[in-house]
């Protein structure tokens, strides 16, 4: 089943404790990208990736870090997680840049 | 910088009871609008892309139309499964694949 899955799916942190979220895709889509969702800010771009070693900044970058090193995973980092970092995060991938979306069940993170 | 604003925030129907949802947009080149449709504690999914003015595109009782300044999604006699948040997005032609989202339509399909 084609499918983009993140783990884990719940996760409550306390300041400052580097973490990271997973995200995969088993579609062999070229374009990746992290999105967090806050109550009447709606879904913002945290960063996206084109390809392997090809990353860059979306509308809300500051606070997280991401790589691609295979073309299936694009983790999220938060070296030092802040309470205002707590949302509801998604990772989605497509085939090109223009294409739909599919995206993930979603991440909720909780930072105390 | 692209700007997407989505009206009504929240829309309440009976259902049968047609409707349509607006996303009005600025974006310095146009490359793609979107469509999703998001379900309470879920991910977007993808209903639709348009790409220029005057493009119309339908799935059962949807259908989407795009202008220069806005789109619109057509919500043809809504059955109750049609409750969801609707999410309008742009792919703007500036550098990079930036996708910018609206606050979405939050929909109730009352039986």
């Known amino acids: 089943e084609a499918q983009v899955t993140q783990n884990p799916r719940y996760l409550i942190t306390v300041t400052g404790k580097k973490l990271t979220v997973t995200c995969s895709q088993n579609?062999?889509?070229?374009?990746m990208s992290w999105y967090r969702q806050d109550p009447g800010l709606g879904l913002r771009q945290i960063y996206y990736s084109m390809n392997v070693e090809v990353t860059d900044k979306g509308d809300v970058p500051e606070g997280y870090k991401v790589s691609r090193k295979e073309k299936r995973n694009f983790p999220l980092i938060l070296e030092s997680p802040s309470p205002n970092q707590t949302s509801l995060y998604f990772c989605?991938?497509?085939?090109?840049?223009?294409?739909?979306?599919?995206f993930g069940p979603g991440t909720r993170l909780t930072v105390t | 910088e692209d700007q997407v604003t989505q009206s009504p925030e929240a829309l309440r129907l009976q259902e049968g009871e047609s409707s349509s949802l607006n996303c009005s947009y600025t974006v310095s080149g146009l490359r793609g609008l979107f469509w999703y449709r998001q379900d309470p504690g879920k991910g977007p999914e993808f209903l639709f892309t348009l790409y220029s003015a005057g493009e119309e595109k339908e799935k059962e009782r949807l259908k989407a139309t795009l202008t220069k300044k806005e789109s619109f999604l057509h919500i043809t006699a809504p059955k109750p499964e049609d409750s969801a948040t609707y999410l309008c997005?742009?792919?703007?032609?500036?550098?990079?694949?930036?996708?910018?989202f609206g606050g979405g339509t939050r929909v109730l399909v009352k039986p």
């Open positions: 997005a742009v792919q703007g032609g500036g550098a990079g694949n930036k996708l910018t």
């Open positions: 989605a991938s497509s085939l090109t840049g223009t294409s739909q979306q599919y």
């Open positions: 579609m062999n889509h070229e374009y």
